[in-house]
Each structure stands twice: as C-alpha cells, then as structure tokens.
C-alpha cells in the first residue's frame, strides 16, 4: 500500500536536513522504535507494535539509498521480520524536503508491504494511524530542535586531602554497564483512536460470529451425519 505524508518544523532546511539524518537523535520521536547500532547508512533495530493483546516485534534493518543534499531528497528503504511468527514488513520511504515561509516543509512517501497482525487492519486504518505517528513524530522533533544543549557545568574542585588520610581505593571494581530503557510498544488501537478502534472491533466482531457460525454448521452437519447413521442401522 502507499501512504503519503506531510508534516512541518520551524528550522531552515539545512538544519532539518541534518536532524533527520541523525538517527539516534530523532529515533525517540518514533513509537515503539530502538535502534541498536548505525554506521550513517545502514540502521539496525526494532519496532514493538502492540495489537490488543498481544505485542510483535518486528527486527531488521534500513539502508539509506539515497543521500542527496543538495535536492534535500533521501530514501529509505526497510525491511523486518517478526521475532517470533511468520509476519514480515517491508517498506520504502522517500524524503523530500522544502523550504516554506523560514520554516522546513517534508513530505513522505512510504510505500508499505505488511504480512501478519497489524496486516488485518487494512489500508484505511494503517493510513490514519500513519497520520496520528507523522503528528506526533513532528512535535517531538520540532521540541528537540528547539532545545539547546545545556551549558556544561564546572565539576567542584575536591577539598584537600587531611595529613594522614587514608587514599579512596582505586580500581577495586569494574564499572557497572549502562541500563538500557525498555521500549514502549506502538500501540495501534490506541494510537487510531475510538472512531477508528470501533471499526477494527466492529470487524473482529464480524470475523469472530463468521468462525463461530461456520463452527456451529460443522457440528450441526456431524451431528445431523450421526443422526442418520444410527436411524439407518435400525
């Protein structure tokens, strides 16, 4: 399916150009995303995506084809697997962007192949669950470009070392690895909305009375089958 996309910021071109380009900086703006290494062309990572109750993952990677500065235009192109089913996602994304009244105005492409969960939902409700995530996507991005980094501050100077005070032990233990934050799934019911929530279950609803239905019909056939074995046997 395509979906196409467009959002805002509040910063020249070029400055906009390079924050999309840094990765680890606007990774955060993505529900459920974490990005595990990136070497400025090929990204690795993981987008939690959570469909009533049950969570997939979904782990790949994402190569920039296309880098071009000058024509502010960059593609992407990704690809998933879910870590534990036969689901797959696949998807190229074309980024252009445009000067616009002292502001950056960036449009997306996605052309966007699902297979699994999040499949059932259809283009409909893919595409406006596309354009809540490009809403919020666009404030987060547009808060960290108007943040500035603070000023770093003077560490104290120690206080002199009293006569005959014993030395703080060095190296006496190894330094404890860095906590790493677990990621929040993308939640798509939440994320769509009530109007859009009431369809899906409208049509799970639908989806369960049609399997229930054809249940019932199988064990009315059997039990009718059975009926007329032991009538026939008398």
């Not at 919020?136 to 104290?156: K, Y």
């Not at 994320?191 to 229930?212: C, D, I, Q």
Request: proline share 7%; hydrophobic share 40%; glycine share 12%.
């Amino acid at each position: 399916m395509e979906l196409h996309h467009e959002f805002t910021v509040p910063v020249p071109v070029d400055d906009a150009w390079h924050a999309l380009l840094d990765i680890e900086r606007v990774a955060p703006c993505l529900p459920g995303a974490a990005v595990e290494s990136y070497d400025g062309r090929t990204v690795n990572g993981s987008v939690k995506v959570k469909v009533g109750p049950v969570t997939v993952t979904y782990r790949g990677t994402a190569v920039f084809e296309e880098q071009d500065e000058g024509a502010h235009r960059m593609v992407l192109v990704a690809s998933g697997r879910e870590t534990r089913g036969q689901g797959t996602a696949r998807a190229t994304v074309t980024g252009t962007l445009t000067e616009r009244d002292g502001g950056t105005a960036v449009s997306v492409d996605t052309d966007l192949t699902v297979t699994g969960r999040p499949a059932q939902f259809g283009r409909g409700v893919l595409a406006e669950v596309g354009d809540r995530l490009v809403g919020r996507f666009a404030s987060c991005l547009e808060e960290r470009l108007a943040a500035r980094p603070a000023a770093p501050v003077a560490e104290a100077a120690a206080p002199p070392a009293e006569a005959g005070a014993a030395a703080p032990p060095v190296g006496t233990g190894a330094a404890a690895p860095p906590v790493r934050e677990e990621t929040e799934p993308l939640d798509l019911l939440r994320t769509a909305g009530l109007p859009v929530a009431k369809r899906v279950a409208a049509a799970l609803a639908a989806a369960a009375a049609v399997a229930l239905a054809a249940v019932g019909l199988r064990r009315r056939g059997r039990t009718r089958s059975g009926r007329g074995r032991k009538g026939a046997r008398r």
